[in-house]
């Protein structure tokens, strides 16, 4: 079941809209703060699953920038309550600082334009990149006695002495705001079910690196059981990772190899623009060996038709003791994940038997790839076993191609006649032998095959 919240500076508010809610189809969760910031009480209400905070205008831009997850919706000031707030002002002699937030200093201009104008008062329009004591101290030096703005500034200006009227929203806002609210959630769980089932791990980091939003497979390949409440520091889940040049320069940083704990992820980081134009980032990520499962059987879909093994020991009659051998010694050979090597004339079958070791062993479902060295002049062997990026060879047009090595993954790789191979191919090959990767032609980007 969804969840809305309500911060509320004033007490009386809560019975009203608890009893005008009642029976929502949305879980309704209510906290009463009179210390004005109501951070701690929207925290809470996050780890118990609200998707949307309601908040009065200034005090939900505060906790907006203190809650790492969780979207608040700030409550204006309505027409009536400023108009209640400019007939007591009207009263006063003494100097007053007006401290209007957000669409509250529109209203003003618009329904009550006259208290900016009155003789004793000095109006200053608060923003969160200032902080609530410089305003206070403004209004001390210009000789305010009176304090008129939001819950969060009144509760700082009572402890140094000033009288307040505080600029608060209507319960009846407050209900308001719930059924925009509910709209909003309806959409929240629809986004949220689908960040969460993504396979590939997503999450936002602001521009001081703290972690805004951790999808469930970023907490699964990370390790960390992130909470929307909790404040985290990127650096301090994935060291590994560097986002200055992205913060930086803004620019998109895609296809890059990094570890964390031992293992290989493949990263995109994608800056973006957060709340209130604040600069981020995404990061979208994927474990390699899971990439490699995909890639696999992308390929052995593709590849089944021209990359396929057809022959099988059952399909061999050994009609003598020395065939016989031969296929039990094949058949021992195809359970051990190693190197085969099969010596033989030329047309003694030496390609049908390595396919008959392939479907015998674990590799069966993979691809069966061969590759006749003595067809090929040692650079086309290369091209044609390891593959290529684009721009590599004039002749060989704009695209990448990949070798035939990768289209073995997870498969068998045959190559007949490799006494045919030259001695830097062979070169490259033992490094695939010993290693279990390669890097295309023209790139130097290692590829980790099987």
């Given amino acids: 079941?969804?969840?809305?919240?309500?911060?509320?500076?004033?007490?009386?508010?809560?019975?009203?809209?608890?009893?005008?809610?009642?029976?929502?189809?949305?879980?309704?969760?209510?906290?009463?703060?009179?210390?004005?910031?109501?951070?701690?009480?929207?925290?809470?209400?996050?780890?118990?699953?609200?998707?949307?905070?309601?908040?009065?205008?200034?005090?939900?831009?505060?906790?907006?920038?203190?809650?790492?997850?969780?979207f608040v919706l700030e409550v204006p000031v309505g027409v009536n309550e400023l108009?209640?707030?400019?007939?007591?002002?009207?009263?006063?002699?003494?100097?007053?600082?007006?401290?209007?937030?957000?669409?509250?200093?529109?209203?003003?201009?618009?329904?009550?334009?006259?208290?900016?104008?009155?003789?004793?008062?000095?109006?200053y329009a608060a923003t969160c990149e200032t902080s609530i004591e410089d305003y206070l101290d403004r209004a001390t030096a210009d000789g305010a006695k009176w304090i008129v703005s939001g819950p969060i500034v009144c509760q700082s200006a009572r402890k140094r002495g000033f009288k307040i009227l505080e600029l608060l929203p209507s319960c009846d806002a407050y209900i308001e705001g719930y059924y925009y609210a509910r709209n909003l959630v309806a959409l929240f769980d629809l986004i949220r079910t689908s960040f969460n089932s993504l396979t590939e791990g997503l999450m936002t980091v602001d521009k001081n690196g703290y972690i805004g939003r951790m999808n469930t497979s970023a907490q699964r390949i990370?390790?960390?059981?992130?909470?929307?409440?909790?404040?985290?520091?990127?650096?301090?889940?994935?060291?590994?990772?560097?986002?200055?040049?992205?913060?930086?320069?803004?620019d998109e940083e895609k296809d890059q190899f990094v570890h964390f704990r031992g293992r290989l992820l493949y990263v995109h980081k994608i800056p973006t623009a957060l709340d209130r134009g604040s600069t981020g980032a995404f990061i979208l990520f994927w474990e390699v060996e899971h990439l490699q499962q995909i890639l696999g059987n992308i390929r052995r879909e593709f590849y089944k038709k021209n990359y396929s093994a057809v022959m099988s020991f059952d399909q061999i009659e050994p009609h003598d003791k020395?065939?016989?051998?031969?296929?039990?010694?094949?058949?021992?050979?195809?359970q051990l994940d190693a190197s085969v090597v099969i010596s033989g004339e030329i047309g003694t079958g030496k390609a049908d038997f390595a396919q008959c070791i392939h479907q015998?062993?674990?590799?069966?479902?993979?691809?069966?790839?061969?590759?006749?060295?003595?067809?090929?002049?040692p650079e086309l062997l290369q091209r044609e076993l390891f593959g290529y990026v684009s721009g590599t060879f004039l002749d060989a047009g704009r695209q990448s191609k990949t070798g035939l090595i990768e289209l073995a993954?997870?498969?068998?790789l045959f190559i007949n006649e490799i006494s045919e191979m030259d001695y830097a191919t062979q070169g490259r090959l033992l490094r695939l032998m010993s290693e279990k990767v390669i890097t295309r032609l023209g790139s130097d980007q290692v590829i980790p095959v099987n």
């Fill in 1 to 70: 079941m969804s969840k809305i919240g309500f911060v509320f500076p004033q007490k009386e508010c809560v019975d009203e809209v608890k009893s005008a809610l009642r029976g929502s189809e949305v879980e309704i969760l209510v906290a009463s703060d009179m210390t004005g910031n109501g951070i701690e009480a929207a925290k809470a209400m996050v780890d118990a699953g609200a998707n949307i905070i309601l908040a009065p205008e200034g005090m939900g831009q505060r906790i907006q920038g203190q809650l790492a997850g969780g």
């Fill in 83 to 123: 108009a209640k707030i400019a007939a007591e002002i009207e009263k006063i002699k003494e100097p007053i600082a007006l401290i209007p937030w957000g669409s509250t200093l529109e209203q003003i201009q618009n329904w009550q334009p006259q208290m900016l104008t009155q003789e004793n008062v000095t109006f």
């Fill in 222 to 250: 990370l390790e960390h059981p992130w909470k929307p409440s909790e404040q985290k520091l990127i650096s301090a889940v994935w060291p590994e990772l560097d986002l200055k040049s992205v913060f930086a320069g803004g």
């Fill in 322 to 334: 020395i065939t016989r051998q031969l296929i039990d010694t094949g058949r021992g050979f195809a």
């Fill in 360 to 377: 015998a062993s674990r590799r069966k479902e993979g691809p069966f790839v061969e590759i006749h060295c003595g067809a090929f002049t």
């Fill in 409 to 412: 993954h997870q498969g068998t």
